[in-house]
């Protein structure tokens, strides 16, 4: 269980719809989120994702495509345990939005682990704003 959520931000100046229409692709992952890993393919399910990392293959599953704007997703890491990550692209006006991600610490996860996850939350969400803003 979770011990401590922070909410990490990014205004992007583009539609709630273009927004999730791109983050909402899990091929559209390795462009936005290099950290998470290198290249996705469907798993043999056909329902959830396989991401290469330096650690071994990880497994993702997203949330059904929705008009909310949920992007939220479990990660399966390499030893087996699932991680539920909330993210959401949020409507501001009708030509920007905010995305938001709730980086949670794991039981027994040292202050420099948080933050150096923290930073890289932040650096792929200002990558996403990067990309849809350039498209």
Known sequence: MATETRHISQWIDRSVGDVYAYASDPANIPKWAPGLGSSIEKA??????????????????????????????????????????????????AADCEVVFALRRMPGMSDEDYERDAAAVAADLARLKAVVEGR
């Open 44 to 93: 043999a399910d056909g329902s959830s994702w396989v991401v290469q990392t330096a650690d071994g293959p990880v497994g993702l599953k997203f949330a059904p495509r929705n008009e909310f704007g949920v992007l939220d997703h479990w990660v399966t890491v390499p030893s087996g345990g699932v991680v539920y990550i909330p993210l959401r692209v949020i409507a501001g006006g």
